[in-house]
């Protein structure tokens, strides 16, 4: 598996926590793609199908849900496919703070898919994403610094634990990507927060017609959060989303 899979507190004046190497990290997270999906059902939180379970949480206030289950409106997934209720989900999900969501929802505008096409809604909406972030909408990582990428970081400190996988599921394959016969290994970088939920994330090792997929299946992770001086705490790691065709 290409790249170092790593773990470091989202807090970056902390330079002991600078990018800690962790591959067993990947490991756990390849052999939970490989399982059977009935050994890594979770009820808890929002899932993939569950569309009762994802409305009731976006109900709540919870805008990664109110996202997520856009995506399953816009594909049918466990839910009626609807695309103009997968826009007003993802505008939700926008104002909620979530980018992915303004990034959605500006290209059902773009697209005119389920709403009345409109550039100047679509242009709001991505611009959205630059008041809350300076990178905007942009799925991909920014840039490291060299202190961030370096080979040979420090250990971390004796009692401290990086985050574990407890719940991973198989992306969906874009079925042109399928039947094109298009594999590979999406990287990501994701911010799991102290209660071992992904809260963020963006593309490091891009593959052309696999990253929608990717992102999209890793907000649906849970870990045992990372813990920094016998506390759960937020972290930022990297995992690997393959996609084979057996």
Avoid at 147 to 169: L, N, V
Avoid at 217 to 233: H, Q
């Amino acid at each position: 598996m290409a790249g170092v899979i790593s773990w470091r507190s989202p807090d970056r004046d902390l330079e002991e926590d600078a990018l800690l190497p962790f591959r067993a990290l990947a490991q756990l997270i390849t052999l939970a793609l490989l399982a059977p999906l009935a050994s890594l059902a979770s009820d808890e939180g929002c899932t993939r199908g569950k569309g009762k379970v994802c409305a009731r949480a976006c109900t709540e206030g919870d805008a990664i849900a109110c996202w997520l289950l856009g995506t399953m409106h816009r594909d049918g997934t466990g839910v009626r496919r609807d695309e103009s209720r997968a826009a007003a989900l993802y505008e939700q999900a926008c104002a909620g703070g979530v980018k992915a969501g303004c990034l959605y929802a500006a290209a059902t505008y773009a697209e005119g898919r389920g709403v009345k096409k409109s550039e100047s809604r679509a242009m709001a909406l991505l611009e959205s994403c630059t008041k809350r972030d300076s990178k905007g909408c942009d799925p991909r990582c920014p840039p490291r610094a060299p202190s961030e990428t370096r080979d040979s970081p420090p250990s971390p400190p004796e009692g401290d634990r990086p985050p574990r996988p407890i719940k991973i599921i198989k992306p969906l394959y874009p079925r042109f990507a399928y039947d094109q016969k298009i594999e590979g290994t999406v990287e990501l970088e994701i911010l799991i927060d102290a209660s071992g939920r992904v809260t963020d994330a963006c593309i490091v090792q891009s593959v052309r017609y696999l990253d929608q997929a990717a992102m999209e299946t890793v907000f649906y992770w849970r870990f045992s959060p990372a813990i920094k001086n016998g506390s759960p705490v937020a972290t930022i790691a990297r995992a690997p989303v393959q996609f084979r065709i057996y």
